[in-house]
């Protein structure tokens, strides 16, 4: 079993309309969690970071936390074509500070 | 201010020879990570620097790599006799804190 588990996609989402990603991790003490954008070519960018129980947002992005269930998710609301990427959720486990990746989740928002 | 640098963006070798990449952490960074990522292995952990110490290389894959900081500031990846397989994006990220990584733009390796 992989540490850090995404659905590779592609999730195609029609322009306007809410992208679903989710994420669910190994390491039940992991404490940090974070989602990445990365568009072809390019380096991962963060968008959110969120460490409690709950919902947490950010303009068109709310980061869905629920650590009994060892699951994160990322809720794109009005999705635009710019935010067709690959979307990479990172976890930092309860020993050490690195960051595990997930295989990443490519959506593509279509006009 | 200015983000994580990383020199060069594009680095072509032969097999068998050295390699050093460089990273430039934002100002004031006291962490600094290494990643690499390659066609279908996705993101993986080399090593982390807080300050000039190394207190975790475990994501190191052969004693053919070897990093270092100093002065609390730039980071240098080093990879000796170069291999196909080490072919890769390498990744440099630094932290304030021990939470959010902030990327460079990479360096792309390519051993022929």
């Known amino acids: 079993q992989k540490e850090v588990e995404q659905n590779s996609g592609p999730l195609s989402v029609p322009e306007g309309a809410i992208a679903s990603l989710n994420c669910t991790y190994s390491d039940r003490g992991s404490q940090s969690f974070f989602w990445y954008r990365q568009y072809s070519g390019k380096s991962p960018e963060l968008i959110m970071s969120?460490?409690?129980?709950g919902d947490k947002e950010d303009g068109r992005f709310t980061a869905q936390l629920n650590k009994a269930s060892q699951y994160v998710s990322l809720l794109i609301r009005d999705s635009q074509p710019s935010d067709s990427a690959t979307y990479l959720c990172a976890v930092k486990g309860a020993a050490g500070n690195k960051l595990t990746f997930g295989g990443g989740t490519r959506v593509l928002v279509k006009p | 201010g200015a983000g994580v640098s990383q020199s060069p963006s594009n680095k072509v070798t032969e097999k068998g020879k050295d390699v050093e990449l460089r990273c430039d952490p934002i100002?004031?960074?006291?962490?600094l990570y290494w990643y690499r990522q390659s066609l279908g292995q996705g993101l993986e952990f080399l090593i982390y620097f807080q300050g000039n110490s190394a207190p975790d290389k475990s994501g190191l894959p052969s004693d053919r790599f070897s990093a270092e900081r100093t002065g609390g500031s730039v980071s240098t990846l080093t990879i000796q006799r170069t291999q196909q397989e080490d072919s890769a994006v390498y990744l440099c990220?630094?932290?304030?804190?021990?939470?959010?990584?902030?990327f460079g733009p990479g360096t792309r390796l390519t051993v022929l």
């Open positions: 969120i460490y409690s129980n």
């Open positions: 100002s004031g960074h006291t962490a």
């Open positions: 990220a630094s932290a304030a804190s021990l939470n959010e990584q902030f």
